[in-house]
């Protein structure tokens, strides 16, 4: 079945420098590409819709200069939290939407943690 | 007010019990809806899709109400495997999901 590989699956940083996290469809042609983040005991909060090729559109509340979104090619997409705070610790999850298959492929998930 | 509302559990069951999970959503314009299971610190997993006629896979039922705008899913026969988190989702007339905060099942011996 369709996959996307997403990396890295936790990683911790210190507070102010810059991360990046990669989403990767194996074996289709991901279209769209949606990036949410999860606060404990919260909901999947969508955070911002790429299509390849365009610029994201981002959901309100959530800053676009901070969240950094390119999806250049239709198989990897990338999400760079920059000057990470302690406040943008969570977890991290992309889900990739392909013109040929049904349904939403997601991403394993990645752990923020900012020190 | 959230657009898709769960009750945040936990459910505790034994084995062996039937247990039933309500949501509701606001957004009548809402077209499909889905059940997630979600494992703690793992992506959440399609469970099923969810029908206006209702529709059943294996232990699992899932019903909608249009009219209501509220959607069920039970669970019959509870195994300790099926102790997760489970997502509501409903889908807009756009490609967007929009996820419940979630119902904790724990399931024990």
């Known amino acids: 079945g369709a996959v996307v590989s997403q990396h890295p699956s936790w990683v911790i940083c210190k507070s102010g420098t810059s991360v990046k996290i990669e989403c990767r469809s194996l074996d289709f042609q991901a279209t769209t590409m949606f990036w949410y983040r999860q606060f404990p005991k919260q909901s999947l909060m969508l955070m911002a819709t790429?299509?390849?090729?365009?610029?994201?559109?981002?959901e309100q509340g959530v800053e676009k200069d901070k969240f950094l979104i390119n999806h250049a090619s239709l198989t990897l997409s990338t999400l760079t939290v920059t000057s990470a705070h302690p406040e943008d610790s969570s977890f991290y999850i992309c889900?990739?939407?392909?013109?040929?298959?049904?349904?939403?492929?997601f991403g394993s998930g990645t752990r923020l943690t900012v020190v | 007010r959230k657009e898709v509302e769960q009750d945040p559990g936990p459910f505790n069951v034994p084995e062996g019990a039937t247990v039933a999970f309500n949501c509701t959503y606001s957004n009548s314009a809402s077209q499909s809806f889905f059940w997630y299971r979600q494992d703690c610190r793992k992506e959440p997993k399609l469970l099923m899709s969810?029908?206006?006629s209702g529709n059943e896979d294996g232990r699992f039922t899932a019903q909608l109400n249009r009219a209501s705008q509220y959607i069920s899913l039970l669970i019959r026969d509870s195994k300790l495997s099926d102790s997760a988190t489970y997502l509501c989702?409903?889908?807009?007339?756009?490609?967007?999901?929009?996820f419940g905060t979630g119902t904790r099942l724990q399931v024990f011996p």
């Open positions: 969810v029908y206006s």
């Open positions: 889900s990739a939407r392909s013109i040929s298959l049904y349904g939403y492929t």
């Open positions: 989702v409903a889908r807009p007339n756009t490609d967007k999901l929009i």
């Open positions: 790429s299509n390849e090729g365009s610029k994201a559109t981002y």
